[in-house]
């Protein structure tokens, strides 16, 4: 596998990273911990030394997952976990989105929580999972910075911040890693964040850098999800929506074809190859498909290649937005 740099700090990760959240969160019941503790340790063997989880996944229980898988491993990966919401009530059923909580002692409190449900002495990158309003950023890049300054943080991360907010926090302390959704079928962040990034010397994590499962080809306007898999809720995968948007996988598919890839490696490597600090973290509960993305690194799209997907895209108007409106409003701020 190789290695990428993230931020101007000395992070170093594998270039295909892997998001745990679905293990036990948000596409269904929770997996069953044993067969997920096996794939999260089949993922070091194969190289991967990146793994994102947060205390909302659950609540809490992807974080006691995380830590046990890679416990036996620790010094051999890197653990992202996130603050920022307050989790005295469940934050998927809020009519007008999450509650959030940045305050510094609260930042503090999460911080020592995740380490004992990480089982670890330190959290390698963590992340402000959604920006708080009610806290100056400041505040949070201060919180953090505090316990960088004792060792209980190693990096600073944000996650759907804007442009401005980015700034603010990284003049206080050093951001290592943006992470937003960043995908064929989304790239907004083209626009102002990526530029913003580089200028600055911030890595980027695209979290469902496969349009959360979509753009693998093997979601139709037939599919059907098992309760409680939120992808039901979202506006870009109602059937109508769906139906539309299978045009771009078909033309992602024919590019695929030509490369012996598959179009989820395909998507895969054309956000490895916008720039050398992206690392996706495409997430799976399956070892053939964490196989299968991991194979992404290696295949290395040529400037025909990458002007096709390009091409492919630009042709595709994208149906559905990829939040309910309470969730929209708390990204990009």
Not at 251 to 273: F, K, M
Not at 287 to 300: D, M, P, T, W, Y
Request: hydrophobic share 40%; aromatic share 6%; with cysteine.
């Amino acid at each position: 596998m190789q290695m990428r740099r993230l931020g101007n700090g000395g992070l170093e990760v594998s270039a295909i990273g892997l998001g745990c959240m679905g293990m036990s969160f948000s596409y269904g019941p929770p997996k069953d911990k044993k067969e997920m503790i096996a794939l999260i340790r089949g993922a070091v063997e194969r190289g991967v030394t990146f793994f994102d989880t947060a205390e909302v996944y659950g609540p809490f229980i992807n974080e006691e997952l995380v830590g046990e898988a890679l416990a036996p491993l620790r010094e051999r990966v890197v653990i992202a976990t996130k603050f920022g919401f307050d989790l005295t009530g469940d934050p998927r059923g809020m009519s007008n989105g999450p509650r959030m909580d940045s305050r510094p002692q609260h930042i503090k409190e999460v911080a020592d929580a995740s380490l004992k449900r990480l089982k670890t002495g330190v959290i390698d990158l963590f992340y402000q999972h959604r920006v708080d309003p009610g806290v100056p950023i400041e505040d949070v890049a201060g919180a953090v910075k505090d316990l960088i300054g004792e060792g209980k943080v190693r990096h600073f991360g944000l996650s759907e911040a804007g442009v401005a907010t980015i700034r603010r926090a990284h003049a206080v302390q050093p951001v290592a890693a943006l992470q937003s959704e960043y995908s064929l079928w989304w790239r907004n962040p083209e626009q102002e964040v990526l530029p913003v990034l580089e200028e600055l010397g911030i890595g980027f994590v695209p979290y469902s850098p496969l349009g959360r499962g979509f753009l693998t080809g093997k979601i139709d306007a037939s599919t059907t999800f098992e309760k409680g898999d939120f992808r039901s809720t979202l506006p870009r995968f109602q059937p109508e929506a769906r139906n539309a948007n299978l045009a771009l996988v078909d033309l992602i598919a024919a590019i695929a074809a030509r490369r012996n890839a598959t179009p989820g490696q395909v998507a895969l490597a054309w956000l490895l190859a916008q720039k050398p600090w992206i690392v996706p973290i495409p997430g799976t509960t399956k070892l053939s498909r964490l196989e299968e993305n991991i194979g992404a690194a290696s295949l290395a799209l040529t400037p025909v290649d990458l002007l096709d997907v390009d091409k492919a895209a630009a042709a595709v108007k994208l149906e559905g937005a990829r939040y309910p409106e309470a969730l929209q409003r708390i990204t990009g701020r």
